[in-house]
């Protein structure tokens, strides 16, 4: 079992690079087809480097229902850093060890910000979580980002954009 210091700190940092993810998808994702549905959704895939952590304890004392993990990071293709984000998770559920959460993240790239969402719970591997939108370029973004190794220096995520709206 970890200690409960350990515990928080692996469900920041798998909310952290779940977050960048979203962050560098456009920008080394194919163009979404303005004419037609594409045929294939826009791939990314990205390895995670983790960066700051907190988490906030609030009462009563140890891992309880509203506790916070807030986290930041880079998002990385080709050992260069293509993306920023950061995020929170916040404890909603405790049963024993299993400690359930839902982490809002936000990805911060040249061409705008990716946001995604997804219940996580504790040591569960891969993580799935869902594109919610975004601003500039992700204004209409849509899908899934899946994340492995979460908490470790072999993290990585693999990120599938649709874009609807251009459809």
């Known amino acids: 079992m970890y200690p409960m210091k350990a515990l928080r ?3 920041v940092v798998a909310a952290a690079g ?6 560098g998808l456009r920008a080394y994702g194919a163009e979404a087809s303005s004419a037609s549905p594409p045929e294939h959704p826009e791939i990314l895939e990205l390895a995670v480097e983790n960066d700051q952590y907190a988490a906030p304890d609030l009462p009563p004392a140890g891992t309880s229902v509203g506790d916070l993990y807030v986290y930041s ?7 260069r850093r293509v993306g920023q984000g950061g995020g ?12 359930t959460t839902q982490c809002l993240l936000t990805a911060r790239l040249k061409q705008g910000s990716l946001t995604m969402q997804s219940l996580w719970v504790t040591g569960e591997s ?13 204004h209409d973004a849509q899908g899934t980002v ?22």
């Open 9 to 11: 700190k692996a469900i």
């Open 18 to 23: 779940s977050l960048l993810v979203g962050g």
């Open 73 to 79: 990071g880079w998002l990385l293709k080709d050992g």
């Open 88 to 99: 929170s998770c916040q404890v909603i559920q405790v049963d024993g060890a299993k400690i």
């Open 126 to 138: 891969p993580l799935d979580m869902a594109i919610t939108g975004g601003t500039g370029a992700y």
């Open 146 to 167: 899946r994340v492995w190794d979460i908490a470790t220096p072999k993290e990585r995520m693999r990120a599938e954009i649709t874009h609807p709206a251009t459809q």
